[in-house]
């Protein structure tokens, strides 16, 4: 709804545009000090962009160890969100990472979780065997259980976020879509619905963030990818479950290019969620048009189920859609447009955003405050990939 609509001022501290996970936590942060209003194109809730959903897996374990030191505070500030909104968000379950000793990632993953002292347990095909009959690890590989891991509830927690942010005195304009935005101090944004200015601007739209950013002049190396969410039927029900402790799993493949990842079955009874991390070219504008093609991705999912996960049935039951929004080298974006400091960018979550967002959010408050981040941001800076800046007209 337009904030005139009701009367009220449009001039505010911070713009965000785009209410996924990523700009509502922004919006959160900056609502506790700040006049705030969140803007998506879509009445909320929607599924159309990267944040929807049951699920999402959350973990320590990582290749690169900045994304390891901010998910310590992650799991503080998730806590938090789950006391201040009183509902569940996070259920312990473990990760297993499978893969082979002499895969680099699987190494630096493995050296990650003993660096930071992570509780953790490694296996060998045999051991695994025995602790996990179902999980069928071919003889040469082995397998490392963070313990700290486990599922997020990616609905509720989006929800929470934004019932917080409007609890705190921030304002939503839903059903608004962005259609220009003029730089400058006051920085103006219009949409279909109204004309609104802030002191600074944050853009947080997902795959969309490329149409955003020509707004402003800016094009980013960003994919846009078409990701098939895919569930699978236990044999017998429970296998997986978790109910019966079943961990969450990530496969680093030699011979897969993209790593498969696992929920235990939950969100539906009996159907373990499996998918590819990888997906095709797709615009977020026509991410259902193309539907009737078989699916490379299923087929790739469905041959390793058959060998590895023998309990499912190597057929999916369900079959969902989501978009990544993937940079070259899947690192985030998190910084200032060059031309223009109060407008921010947080793009590129490179699908493994998630369970980042809590100090995402808190980068990209500070950033719009022209505060000193909290982490050190070199490894998200977009001069990483060279300038392109279009010519503003
Ligand atoms: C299948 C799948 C599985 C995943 N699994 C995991 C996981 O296990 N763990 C993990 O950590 N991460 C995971 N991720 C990644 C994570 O979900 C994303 O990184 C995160 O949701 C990105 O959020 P976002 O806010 O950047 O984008 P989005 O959620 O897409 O939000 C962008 C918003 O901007 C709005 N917008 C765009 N243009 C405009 C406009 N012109 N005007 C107004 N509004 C606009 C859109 O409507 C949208 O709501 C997964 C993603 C997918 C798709």
Redesign the pocket.
């Given at each position: 709804m337009a904030a005139q609509g009701n009367g009220m001022d449009n001039n505010f501290d911070t713009i965000v545009?785009?209410?996924?996970?990523?700009?509502s936590y922004t919006a959160y942060h900056l609502a506790r000090n700040n006049k705030t209003l969140l803007?998506?194109?879509?009445i909320l809730p929607?599924s159309?962009?990267?944040?929807h959903?049951q699920t999402?897996?959350?973990r320590k374990s990582y290749s690169k160890p900045y994304y390891t030191e901010m998910m310590t505070e992650c799991f503080q500030l998730w806590k938090q969100l789950e006391a201040e909104a009183n509902v569940e968000l996070f259920r312990q379950t473990g990760l297993l990472v499978l893969g082979k000793e002499g895969n680099p990632e699987f190494q630096a993953m493995k050296s990650t979780l003993v660096n930071n002292q992570i509780p953790m347990e490694s296996f060998t095909s045999e051991e695994l065997s025995r602790r996990f009959p179902a999980v069928n690890l071919p003889k040469e590989e082995s397998a490392v259980l963070d313990k700290s891991a486990g599922i997020l509830y990616a609905d509720r927690a989006l929800k929470s976020v934004q019932d917080l942010f409007r609890r705190f005195g921030g304002t939503i304009c839903d059903g608004?879509?962005?259609v220009d935005i003029q730089p400058g101090s006051p920085v103006t944004v219009t949409t279909t619905a109204g004309i609104y200015r802030a002191k600074s601007l944050v853009i947080?739209?997902?795959?969309?963030s490329n149409?955003?950013l020509n707004l402003v002049g800016l094009q980013l190396p960003l994919k846009t990818l078409r990701?098939v969410?895919c569930y699978w039927k236990e044999k017998v029900l429970g296998t997986y479950g978790i109910q019966k402790g079943h961990p969450c799993f990530i496969k680093i493949s030699d011979s897969i290019e993209h790593h498969i990842?696992g929920l235990p079955s939950n969100e539906y009874p009996g159907l373990m969620k499996v998918?590819y991390h990888s997906g095709s070219d797709a615009d977020p504008d026509e991410r259902d048009i193309v539907l009737q093609q078989p699916s490379q991705d299923v087929n790739i999912l469905s041959t390793f189920l058959s060998k590895e996960f023998p309990g499912v049935d190597p057929k999916p039951a369900i079959v969902e859609y989501?978009?990544?929004t993937v940079t070259p080298d899947s690192d985030f974006i998190l910084d200032y447009h060059p031309e223009h400091s109060n407008i921010i960018i947080?793009a590129g979550?490179s699908?493994?955003?998630?369970?980042?967002a809590p100090v995402v959010g808190k980068i990209l408050c500070e950033l719009s405050l022209g505060k000193r981040p909290s982490y050190n941001l070199s490894p998200f800076k977009m001069h990483r990939f060279g300038l392109n800046l279009k010519s503003l007209l």
């Open positions: 545009i785009g209410a996924g996970i990523q700009g803007i998506d194109q879509f929607h159309r962009g990267s944040s959903g999402r897996i959350i608004e879509k962005v947080t739209a997902g795959p969309w149409k955003l990701i969410v990842y998918c989501c978009m990544y947080g979550f699908g493994h955003g998630f369970k980042l």
